[in-house]
Structure formats: C-alpha cells, structure tokens
C-alpha cells in the first residue's frame, strides 16, 4: 500500500513538473507544429479572403484569435484589394461584433464596402458550407482563409471533406500562440491546442 502510494506522489510530481515547464515556457510549440499548414500566398491568387473569427472577449473586446486573423486579411487585402467575408456565429443582427470587428479592418484601410458578414455559423464546417454559399452568389472562384495556427490543421481537414479544392489556408507567421506575454496565455494556448486535437478525432469520427 506504501509502495503504491509513493508512486503515485511521484507521478503526480512528475506531471506537475511537466506542466509547469510547459506553461512557463514555449515548450508547447512542439505539439503546434502538425496543426499549423498554412501556405504562402500568392500576391495574384483569391478574390475572396474568408475570416474564420473568434469571438469577443470578456468586456466586449475583440478577442486574441479574431484580432490575429483580422490583421492577417488587412494585410492580404493591402496586398490585393479583395472582399473579405466574416464567418462567426457570434455576428447575428445588432451583433456588437459585428461593429467591432467591422471599424476594425475600416480603421485599417479596408473600404466598408468590402466586407460582408455570415453570421449562421456555429461550427467550422458551418464556416465553410455557408460561405461557400455567398461566394456561389457572388460568382468568386479563388478564396484565402485566414486563421490561426492551432486551427488550420481541422480547416483543411473540413475543406478536403467538402472538396473545397478553391479555398487556400494563408499561412499566419506572427501569432500569439507562438508569442506569449504571460503565463495565462500560455495556460490558454495549450489549451487550444489539446482542444483541437479532441476536435479532429471527434470530426473524423462523427463528420461534425
């Protein structure tokens, strides 16, 4: 009985100290790296950039994973000037998200009357499969998705499901998750990235 409960306290310390070494450095990255497929684009290629978003935050401010793939289409968009479409659940009418998100890029160069907003989505297959809807409409043929790299690997996966072979990831090189200011962001990134590997295994599994 001794013998058992001392190698439990051992394990126990040993995850402790994982975990502590993993939260208080940038040692998660290791499991990052099979998720973040991004491409580089080509400056000519999309007439379209899609924004996956990510919410707001606590107070009503536009949360880590938005403001990043934000940033990421007004820098495609300064590229090539381009209608960017926002995909998030969280943008139903009178949203205030929607403002957010919109003075946003407007504060940043992109005209208003380039963006448009889908605010059906409640999953990241909903993204693709109500878009793919506005860009029918709009007769757009080459699209550029923008989001973060801890995401991308189950944005692929959807889109080859769906054969969406005219949607192209963008590769995003400058990320929070790869740049934390502190130890609960840390906490919150590794989160993230266990989240999305539960998230591929549920999706192979269920198709949802």
């Not at 059906?120 to 923008?146: A, G, H, L």
């Not at 989001?147 to 959807?158: D, E, K």
Request: charged share 25%; hydrophobic share 40%.
């Amino acid at each position: 009985m001794k013998r058992r409960v001392k190698y439990f306290i051992m394990i126990m310390v040993a995850l402790i100290l994982v975990i502590g070494l993993i939260i208080f450095s940038n040692l998660y990255t290791v499991f990052l790296s099979p998720l973040d497929v991004g491409i580089d684009i080509d400056k000519n290629y999309g007439d379209v950039i899609l924004v996956l978003g990510g919410g707001l935050r606590k107070g009503l401010e536009i949360g880590y994973s938005s403001e990043e793939r934000l940033i990421l289409a007004i820098e495609l968009f300064h590229r090539k000037n381009r209608t960017i479409i926002i995909s998030d659940g969280s943008l139903y009418p009178r949203s205030p998200a929607i403002k957010k998100f919109t003075d946003f890029l407007v504060k940043r160069g992109v005209p208003k009357h380039y963006i448009q907003i889908e605010g059906k989505s409640q999953t990241t297959f909903d993204n693709f499969f109500y878009t793919q809807q506005m860009i029918d409409k709009m007769k757009s043929r080459e699209v550029i998705v923008c989001t973060s790299p801890y995401h991308q690997r189950r944005a692929r996966i959807i889109l080859n499901y769906l054969k969406l072979e005219n949607f192209k990831i963008a590769r995003m090189k400058k990320s929070e998750i790869y740049h934390p200011n502190s130890v609960s962001q840390r906490s919150r990134n590794l989160w993230l990235i266990l989240r999305e590997y539960l998230a591929i295994v549920k999706f192979k599994i269920f198709k949802e």
